[in-house]
């Protein structure tokens, strides 16, 4: 049987798709009505998971695309500082995310604890 070294959580066993990562910085950015700015949120997210600055950015510019986002520049100690802030459609998308998170995460618990399936 292969061992494992457990690292308390320092790394993320499971892959992180692109919609989770949506999902999250979403979750982020709806947390304030002004929003929230780009390096914040990478700190955040790193909470949960590990994430450097060249994969979030790519997240924030698709989902200004999609309209999810308004990104503007507000002035902090002398320079700017972009923020990124949720829009209606955003506040949509993830509502849905939350939905289905739920719903992905109720079927998986229940296979880690031998619940029910489909019945």
């Not at 949120?41 to 998971?49: E, F, K, L, P, Y």
């Not at 950015?57 to 986002?69: E, T």
């Not at 509502?95 to 604890?113: R, V």
Request: charged content about 30%; hydrophobic content about 35%; proline content about 2%.
């Amino acid at each position: 049987m292969p061992s494992f070294v457990w690292e308390g959580g320092k790394h993320m066993v499971f892959n992180t798709g692109a919609a989770l990562l949506d999902a999250i910085v979403l979750a982020l950015a709806a947390r304030d009505d002004e929003g929230t700015y780009g390096y914040k949120i990478t700190q955040d997210v790193r909470q949960a998971i590990e994430l450097s600055e060249s994969t979030l950015y790519p997240v924030l510019r698709r989902l200004q695309r999609d309209d999810c986002l308004l990104a503007y520049d507000k002035e902090f100690a002398g320079r700017n500082r972009r923020y990124y802030r949720i829009t209606d459609i955003g506040r949509a998308k993830l509502h849905w995310y939350e939905l289905e998170w739920k719903s992905y995460a109720e079927k998986i618990t229940g296979l880690f604890e031998g619940g029910k399936g489909d019945e």
